[in-house]
């Protein structure tokens, strides 16, 4: 890649600056936690588009915090983040996930700062759990608040098992490699929801499907701010109408299917998810 001109250069010094401004009302930082294909790319850039907040793509803040950034690095570089995202209309696996008329890449006053970053986020938890209470330490009076996206188990392997196909270095090359990287992950968010208390909340992809103006007020409530009428309109405008049913284009042998029923029921927040649901 080449280095970036003076224009660009210019550019880029002239957005620092602009939201440089802007953190002084930050009160919340939002991060996510869960699995990889599960819906945190659809639901971090509708929570995006809502002109209080800015959430970045993959920005990986823990790695920035274990580096020793500091908090007004960390949240700089989210903005940057989420201002390019914007340009490139949020796309992610052949999908747009820009909101039209609303503040992806922008906001009115900015109260919530995040990152969507959920899989990853999981792993680097558990391997280094002290970076929770570094991110908090960095945070300072900021509250923190997270998010724990989740899909039908079935679905979410599936998925992980096909783009592991797609990518040696991925996770999960076969049926059985998926379910214990998946089961992992949810070990982790387990942990971390049991410590976490009232700053953890569980959000359904499925339930978004069904009830998007539902589930975004009460992503918003969780955050503190107040979703207004277009901005619910908007979002559940790009939202799609029914779940992509993955498990149906893998082969799922009758074992691997009673593996992951019982793993389901050691997690209460994955009650109700089965094969046939």
């Not at 620092?16 to 990889?36: A, I, K, Q, S, W």
């Not at 959920?118 to 009076?141: F, Q, V, W």
């Not at 188990?153 to 270095?169: C, F, G, L, V």
């Not at 918003?220 to 779940?243: E, H, N, Q, W």
């Amino acid at each position: 890649m080449s280095p970036p001109n003076l224009r660009e250069r210019f550019d880029r010094a002239r957005r620092t600056r602009r939201h440089r401004r802007t953190l002084t009302d930050v009160e919340t930082f939002c991060m996510f936690v869960g699995y990889p294909r599960s819906g945190h790319s659809l639901i971090g850039s509708l929570l995006d588009a809502h002109e209080n907040v800015v959430i970045a793509h993959e920005a990986n803040i823990l790695e920035a915090v274990d580096a020793g950034t500091t908090r007004e690095k960390l949240y700089l570089g989210v903005w940057e983040n989420s201002w390019m995202q914007a340009v490139r209309t949020r796309q992610e696996t052949g999908y747009s996930y820009a909101v039209p008329g609303q503040h992806q890449g922008t906001c009115t006053q900015l109260r919530v700062i995040g990152d969507k970053k959920g899989g990853r986020s999981s792993t680097i938890l558990a391997e280094r759990p002290h970076l929770l209470g570094e991110l908090r330490a960095l945070l300072g009076e900021h509250r923190l608040r997270v998010l724990h996206v989740m899909r039908n188990p079935y679905d979410n392997i599936s998925t992980i098992r096909t783009r592991a196909k797609e990518k040696a270095s991925r996770p999960g090359q076969t049926l059985d490699a998926a379910i214990d990287f998946y089961f992992s992950k949810c070990e982790s968010v387990a942990k971390l929801r049991h410590g976490l208390g009232d700053d953890f909340l569980d959000v359904r992809l499925e339930d978004l499907i069904t009830d998007a103006r539902g589930v975004l007020e009460r992503c918003c409530a969780f955050l503190g701010v107040t979703p207004s009428a277009a901005y619910l309109d908007a979002c559940a405008g790009i939202v799609y109408r029914k779940p992509n049913r993955t498990r149906r284009k893998v082969e799922w042998p009758a074992e691997a299917i009673e593996r992951v029923r019982a793993r389901i029921a050691e997690f209460d927040f994955l009650d109700g998810y089965s094969n046939d649901a």
